[in-house]
């Protein structure tokens, strides 16, 4: 009923800056937070970001000030700016949110499919 599309992963050398950028569509009655997460190769998912519809925002400690995460609620899109980058952010990146749907019944989270950083000289 919902699905998330991220785009603007890539390479960049360690220092570097990317931008991502998540838009939600489909039968959506309301979002609710959204978020970021990662996966490295070998290790679990975890929590980068996450923002309410109010703008309230929360780190993970190893990404507080070099990420910012942002939304357009009127797009229904949260983007990650990422600046300062280091080898350890290779990941990859996948957005989510929770939202009501036609055809769903009640709050439900949804994933986007992922999008690849690599941080690497």
């Known amino acids: 009923q919902v699905q998330l599309v991220e785009s603007g992963g890539g390479l960049v050398q360690p220092g570097g800056s990317l931008s991502l950028s998540c838009a939600a569509s489909?039968?959506?009655?309301?979002?609710?937070?959204m978020g970021w997460y990662r996966q490295a190769p070998g290790k679990q998912r975890e929590l980068v970001a996450t923002i309410t519809p109010g703008a309230i925002s929360n780190y993970d400690d190893s990404v507080k000030g070099r990420f910012t995460i942002s939304r357009d609620n009127t797009k229904n899109t949260v983007y990650l700016q990422m600046n300062s980058l280091k080898p350890e952010d290779t990941a990859v990146y996948y957005c989510?949110?929770?939202?009501?749907?036609?055809?769903?019944?009640?709050?439900?989270?949804?994933w986007g499919q992922g999008t690849q950083v690599t941080v690497s000289s």
């Open positions: 489909g039968s959506i009655i309301r979002v609710y937070a």
């Open positions: 989510n949110g929770v939202f009501t749907a036609w055809g769903a019944s009640g709050l439900k989270t949804y």
